[in-house]
């Protein structure tokens, strides 16, 4: 079930405008929130009892495994969000067998880029399984959203956010805590969050294995998820080229003073990452059936509600930094860098806000190809002008570039967002 087909009661109908979003974004992103929270928790331990260069390489698995679902909803949930806005179910059971592949296929990549990146054999093996199990969870949260059953998706969030909880906190006050040991934790909580999506839907994923051809998705690769993931992956590169950037040039030490700057602004990073998925069946509704004026309810409200989790987080960031760097800072990171980082990572985070909801609407538009045609000149931008500052300038310089990138894509998707209007408006 979306945000835009939950029914308003009548009391709320009397309450200012905000005061109904807010409260509707707040039931929807508490399962979000609370991974979020988990995930703000065990990176404040991994970067407080781990070396930097550990710290760096769990950061690094942060990134790519936000790439993996990313991937994950492009090849697969998008072609099934697409299909049910045409009331068509019949690609529902190939997308399910293709999504087997990808998130292997993603588990295995992770391993091999954690291995050029300083890992152990078994830390890559370990991070790499961690990173397959939790873009499954993910597409089955998708999954969950679209079918209408989001008890199921905030069950299985709480589940992995409390799991992974205590038992890094008892680990932590047991000094027991390493790179291995915090990976295997993060994976066997990522295997428990599956079991609150029930038996049935496991099912229904294990007889997908056996079902249809994979040459059945050639036709919807072709029309849809080609597209998608071009543009998934270009958007990748301009978002976190320094990320690939700075730790495979300056190596996963360096990385680890702008993962800092990523862990003040998760919170609003998660909003950006897991409302788009809550939204896109909402606005392919609304597109299907030509209610523009409904249409752009859903993309000002979500607008609100991104603005409302960063405006959040940037409270929260003054706050730590002034009053309680310690939860932040150890020995080799000074305050002065750390709040530099945070406050380009910002602004970063700040475009996204007004970017992402029309990306979102055009992705639900089905205008996949023009998106790439976006990433692919962002992209270039980006990757180059963050490795001429890194060069010139160090590691946190880099993040100018991700900055730039990010300003490109908000004035090409204002433009595209001009000419849909005039097309279909």
Known sequence: MAIADI???????????????????AVSAAGPLAVSAAHFLASLIFLRLLTAREFGLFSFVMVVVSFGMSATASLVVVPITQALARGDTSGRAVCFKINWLVCG????????????GGATPVQAAVMGLFGSVFAWRWF??????IDGRMRNAFASDITYSLLL????????????????????VLLAAALLALIPFGSDFMRVQARALAGPRLRDYAPIFRNVSRWALVGVFLTEVTVNAHAYLVTFISGASAFALLALGMLLLRPSALAQSSLPDLERPAMARAIAARDFTGLDRIRRHFTWGLSA?????????AIILTFFPALVLKK?????????????????????????????????????????GIGSIS???????????LLTFGPIASLGGIFL?????????????????????
Not at 169 to 180: C, G, K, N
Not at 309 to 317: Q, S, V, Y
Not at 340 to 369: C, D, N
Not at 379 to 388: E, F, K
Request: with cysteine.
């Open 7 to 25: 029914a308003t009661p009548s009391w709320a109908a009397r309450q200012p405008a905000w005061l109904g979003v807010a409260g509707r974004y």
């Open 105 to 116: 296929g993603f588990g295995i990549a992770l391993g091999l880029a954690l291995g050029l």
């Open 140 to 145: 089955a949260r998708n999954m969950a959203y």
């Open 165 to 184: 909880i205590a038992t890094l906190s008892v680990l932590a006050l047991a000094h027991r805590i390493s790179l291995l040991l915090g990976s295997e």
């Open 309 to 317: 989790a960063w405006m959040t987080n940037l409270a929260l960031c």
């Open 332 to 372: 080799g990171y000074s305050i002065h860098d750390a709040a530099l980082v945070a406050a380009i990572s910002a602004a970063v985070m700040g475009i996204r806000v007004l970017r992402t909801p029309l990306a979102v609407q055009l992705q639900a538009a089905g205008e996949f190809k023009a998106l790439a």
């Open 379 to 389: 992209s270039v931008i980006s990757v180059v002008t963050t490795l001429a500052l």
């Open 405 to 425: 990138g990010e300003v490109v894509i908000l004035i090409r998707l204002r433009k595209m967002m001009r000419d849909w209007k005039a097309k279909n408006g």
